[in-house]
Every structure is written in C-alpha cells, then in structure tokens.
C-alpha cells in the first residue's frame, strides 16, 4: 500500500563506490523528484522527472545521475561516493507540477 | 520563489490550538502559500495550500492576509503526534516551479 517507497532505508558504503537508490511510486503520477536533507536539516531539490523527461537539473555534481526507466520509477546512481555525499536522499513525486508533493521515508546514506 | 520567515521554534499545550505564523513579504500575485510538516526520521508530508482564501481541511486550517504577505497555520486540537518542523513554502506554479524548503518552525506539542 504504500504510495512511494525507496530502498534500501539504510545505506552505509566508503569512499569511492557506486551505489544507486531506488525509488517506486504506486500513485500513477507523471512527475518525480529527488530530495537532498544534509546534517544541519536543509532538503534542497536535487532532480525533477516528468513522464521520464528530464525537468529540474539543479547544481548537482555529475557524479549523480537519476534514471527514470518509466514514470512510475526513478533512481539515482551515485558515483564515486565522497564523504560529503552523506544525507537523507528523500524520492517524491505528484501528479502535475502544481499539485502536493507526496514523499518517501527517505534513505539515510552514511559514506565512511 | 518568494522567500518566507518562520519562528524557530514554539510550543503548544495538547489538546489546544496551534498557531504557526509564516511571513512572506515579497510574495507575488501568481504564488501560491504551501505547509508541510515532517515528523522526525520521515518524509515531509503535505498538509495545506491557498493562494489567496482561506483554506481548510481534514488537518489545519490556513489563513491568508488580505495583502497575502503572511499566513498562519491552524492545528484546531494539536496532539503529541503533531509534533513535527512545519515548513511554510511559497512557489509559483509551473513545470519548472521547485517547492524550496527553508528552515522550518519546530512545534513541540506537551501533554
């Protein structure tokens, strides 16, 4: 039942691997997000998909890449994980822009 | 987006009306006025929008000012489950439009 779900909840790796998160929505909306929530509790906007399309490319460094393979799934790969990289990545998604946000329980990823 | 103004922090007795002020001065005409709550070690969770009524639902009610440059969030009877950061939000519609979450007020609800 539940309506956005990421795994894995946790995730604890070192420095230098690749690990992706995934993220499924059962809501049948067309737009997706990737959330960012570091130590000090910010949650700054990382990606935007809308039907698998690309929409919001904020400031994020290119060793982080989202892959929508269709509108109900969007993942994010992480390369070359660096310890500032620890935080709550945090999957949403709506049904249109403009409409409320709908968010995961987040995955906390600790980089040693 | 038009940025907003939270207390840090408040207090609220159970069973009593929780107040939250948010103020948003530089606000334009086509922006609308989002709350969003987030439990601690959950994911924010929509609670109200409005442009320019009030608005009212299931969980809060939301008051705008005529000159829509502050609001306030309304939890009717507030519970211990209530306490939460509440983050007062105001973006622009459209494809491009990002909600940016600020810091947030912390509502502490005692019994």
């Known amino acids: 039942d539940t309506a956005v779900s990421q795994t894995p909840k946790y995730l604890v790796t070192q420095m230098g691997n690749d690990k992706s998160i995934k993220c499924e929505q059962n809501?049948?909306?067309?737009?997706m997000y990737w959330y960012k929530q570091d130590s000090k509790k910010f949650l700054k906007i990382m990606f935007s998909?809308?039907?698998?399309?690309?929409?919001i490319n904020e400031t994020v460094p290119n060793r982080f890449s989202p892959k929508s393979p269709d509108k109900a799934h969007l993942n994010l790969h992480i390369n070359s994980l660096e310890l500032g990289d620890s935080a709550v990545y945090f999957c949403?998604?709506?049904?249109?822009?403009?409409?409320?946000?709908?968010f995961g329980n987040g995955t906390r990823l600790t980089v040693t | 987006d038009a940025k907003t103004t939270q207390p840090t922090s408040m207090d609220c007795a159970e069973g009593r009306a929780a107040n939250l002020p948010c103020n948003h001065s530089?606000?334009?005409?086509?922006?609308?006025v989002y709350w969003y709550r987030q439990i601690h070690s959950q994911g924010p969770q929509y609670i109200i929008h409005?442009?320019?009524n009030n608005e009212t639902n299931e969980m809060a009610s939301l008051i705008i000012t005529e000159d829509r440059k502050s609001s306030t969030l309304i939890l009717p009877h507030a519970t211990l489950r209530d306490t939460a950061v509440y983050y007062c939000?105001?973006?622009?519609?459209?494809?491009?439009?990002?909600?940016?979450f600020g810091k947030g007020i912390t509502l502490s609800v005692r019994p």
């Open positions: 409005g442009l320019k």
């Open positions: 998909y809308n039907n698998k399309e690309l929409i």
């Open positions: 939000i105001v973006r622009v519609g459209g494809a491009n439009s990002k909600l940016t």
């Open positions: 809501l049948g909306h067309d737009t």
């Open positions: 530089t606000i334009s005409g086509n922006e609308y």
């Open positions: 949403a998604s709506n049904r249109d822009p403009n409409s409320p946000l709908h």
